[in-house]
């Protein structure tokens, strides 16, 4: 019988490392320290001012992370996700200010158009068997020269329409917040319980008991935080409830269906998927699907964050804040392991490194060097992971 | 019950050629019920290519295909699974980074009912409780008595273990034959000793299991009949009882006299 025997271990620490919970132990390590390291050098970085706008701030980064780390979890790269971004923003914005049409409207086919280019992407990838490498890429310059285009001239457009712009400067009102955080927080629990009893009644391995409550305990004390410092400066932006809601669902999609289970299959291995009868070209196509959109989506927040779609927003470095998040985050370069919670960490990493380098009056070639060490030992840690065969 | 002696899986005069390279002429084979048959031969024999021909990997250029002595029509690895032949390749196509139970569901992953029918398909949620119990009924199955835990990611366990996950993977659908290719070739000892327990208990389970090993010494230890095939052509089928590794090693290597063993008696007519 598997009985639960190896989980009643002594050893508390293998105990929570061993469970898939700890994955997010060394991002969340990494931003502690950074969070110390800022908080103990500057004055201004523990209030709740600037964690709002630091966290507004990360949201588009966060945005696109999240949505690349389905593409990387199947062992691609999107390379063209801040070119989509500002495509999607930008068709958006001229259909807004140019053609007078409703802003829902027109966010629904910035996202409907950038669904399409990923599905364009995905169909080279998976069908004429170009790596997404250079699909991306091409698409990279591409579309940044389409964004140049839809912008004419001037290379940017401003966008003032108050449902754009209400996306980053509108928030929750902070009792709405706390109801929904209540829900949420008994919902886990409920859930937990119910999963527990179900699986105890059928004798199954369980999750052990202090696993479980140290996991909901966590998740409670953040979410609670959070919601406190969001509030008692101005509240939790729409932008960052869209954002939590979009992780949510590729939470559930990536951990919960069988369409997650064949982009984990085939960025594991891609043979073995074929063989047993997954459909490889369609979970690519899907995944690149899924990219387009949610650039788009990233985009539509850039544009509301800065109110105006310009050139150069979407051409410096939101995609390799993007991909560096995701990596940061523990989602691997080779495919196969990740998650998307991770991301926001990653994100939020990525966010406080160059929002505490700012307070402390670093430059911009200081910033650089930094980022770059991050995304280094980042990878090295993801490669080296790797090669040991899993175990993290 | 079926008769035991009734061949249960059952090819005749297969032929198959790639190009100019004939790889099987007029193949006749067969399993039984219980039955493990060992399929041996020289490299090149053609030992993989009839394998993938019962697995409905390859189609045939002419021959027929018979279970339970009826005539069907096996034209994808779809349709062999269909009628309960699992096939488990050399190379495992197990997935390291997922766990035991996801790796014993993948591909056809249960998922919940009611009000989630609604979604399509690949978005309802998995029905992780019947993942788990089927997971856990295969193992037990097989009697893995080293596996500490179904929620282990496949990558970690040993090369015995993962044999075993993917035999279990082929057994937990409602399988009644097992093809085996080479399933010991990269294992140790123990492990080797892990994989013959876990094909002797198909074996009891009333499984046919087709074997094909380079390795005699578990062959005479698993095997009821010897199938062998040197250069596309079944030459022999050999009671194990009742011949020697160095008569079999003889036969691999140089064929067989006509006259040297009676070996129609052994084979299932045709
Ligand atoms: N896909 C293919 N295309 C062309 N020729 C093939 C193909 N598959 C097998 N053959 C040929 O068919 C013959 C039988 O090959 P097969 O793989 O069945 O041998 P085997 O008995 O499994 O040998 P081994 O013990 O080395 O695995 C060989 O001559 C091989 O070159
Ligand atoms: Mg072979």
């Not at chain 1, 949510?248 to 073995?272: C, D, I, Q």
């Not at chain 1, 998040?325 to 392991?337: D, E, H, K, M, P």
Request: hydrophobic share 50%; aromatic share 8%.
């Amino acid at each position: 019988m598997l009985a639960n025997s190896e989980l009643k271990s002594k050893n508390i620490f293998a105990n929570i490392t061993q469970s898939k919970f700890s994955t997010f132990l060394p991002v969340a390590l990494a931003l502690i320290v950074i969070w110390l390291y800022f908080g103990l050098t500057t004055d201004a970085f523990f209030s709740a001012r600037n964690f709002y706008y630091l966290f507004l701030q990360s949201t588009v980064v966060a945005v696109l992370a999240v949505g690349i780390t389905i593409v990387l979890l199947l062992g691609h790269i999107d390379l063209s996700i801040a070119a989509v971004a500002g495509v999607g923003a930008a068709i958006m914005a001229v259909l807004v200010s140019q053609f007078g049409m409703s802003a829902p409207l027109a966010c629904v086919i910035a996202i409907f158009t950038c669904i399409l280019i990923g599905v364009v992407q995905g169909l080279l990838v998976a069908i004429i068997g170009i790596p997404s490498f250079v699909v991306t890429l091409a698409g990279l310059l591409g579309f940044q020269g389409v964004m140049l285009k839809i912008l004419g001239n001037d290379g940017a457009i401003n966008v003032r329409d108050s449902f754009i712009r209400g996306i980053t400067t509108e928030t929750l009102p902070t009792t709405t917040s706390w109801i929904i955080l209540a829900f949420v927080i008994l919902f886990m629990i409920y859930n937990a319980y119910i999963n527990y009893k179900e699986r105890a009644a059928l004798s199954l391995e369980v999750e052990s008991i202090f696993i479980s409550t140290l996991r909901v305990s966590i998740v409670t004390l953040i979410s609670i935080t959070f919601v406190w410092v969001m509030n008692s400066y101005r509240g939790i932006p729409v932008a960052i409830v869209i954002l939590l809601c979009l992780t949510l669902l590729f939470s559930y999609v990536t951990k919960n269906t069988p369409y997650g289970r064949a982009l984990f299959a085939v960025g594991g291995n891609e043979e073995s998927a074929r063989r047993v009868g997954i459909s490889i070209q369609k979970t690519t196509i899907y995944a690149f699907a899924i990219i387009g959109g949610v650039s788009a989506l990233g985009g539509i927040i850039a544009a509301s964050r800065y109110a105006s779609v310009s050139y150069n927003a979407f051409s410096g470095n939101l995609l390799l804040d993007a991909i560096g998040a995701a990596v940061v985050g523990g989602t691997s370069l080779f495919g196969g392991r990740g998650s998307v919670w991770n991301a926001i960490l990653g994100a939020l990493v990525i966010g406080s490194l160059g929002n505490g380098l700012d307070l402390t009056g670093a430059t911009t070639a200081d910033k650089l060097m930094v980022s770059a060490l991050i995304l280094v030992s980042a990878v090295a840690i993801d490669a080296i992971s790797r090669k040991k065969g899993k175990k993290v | 019950m079926e008769n035991m002696t009734n061949p249960h899986l059952q090819v005749c005069g297969i032929n198959k050629s790639f190009g100019n390279v004939r790889a099987l002429l007029d193949v006749d084979f067969s399993v039984r019920r219980g039955e493990v048959m060992a399929l041996v031969g020289d490299n090149g024999a053609g030992k993989s290519t009839l394998m993938k021909v019962l697995a409905g990997a390859y189609s045939y250029d002419s021959g027929d295909f018979l279970i339970d002595g009826k005539n069907v029509t096996i034209n994808s690895p779809t349709d062999a699974a269909n009628q309960g032949i699992q096939i488990v390749y050399q190379d495992l196509a197990l997935c390291d980074n997922l766990d035991v139970i996801d790796n014993l569901s993948l591909g056809h992953e249960p998922t919940k009912g009611g009000i989630y029918k609604l979604l399509p398909k690949s978005l309802r949620p998995l029905d992780m409780l019947k993942m788990t119990q089927k997971a856990h009924a295969a193992i037990e199955k097989l009697k893995v008595k080293t596996l500490r835990s179904t929620s282990l990611e496949v990558g970690v366990l040993s090369g015995g273990q993962k044999q075993a996950i993917a035999i279990a993977r082929a057994v937990s659908s409602d399988s009644s034959v097992v093809l085996l290719d080479e399933p010991t070739a990269a294992l140790g000892v123990s492990q080797t000793a892990q994989v013959l327990d876990i094909v002797s208990t198909l074996k009891k389970s009333g499984h046919s299991v087709v074997y094909i090993s380079h390795n005699l010494k578990d062959i005479f230890q698993v095997a009821d009949r010897i199938t062998v095939m040197r250069l596309g052509e079944q030459i022999a089928i050999y009671e194990t009882a009742k011949i020697t590794p160095q008569e079999l090693v003889v036969a691999m290597t140089s064929g067989v006299e006509t006259d040297s063993q009676d070996k129609k008696d052994l084979a299932d007519a045709c």
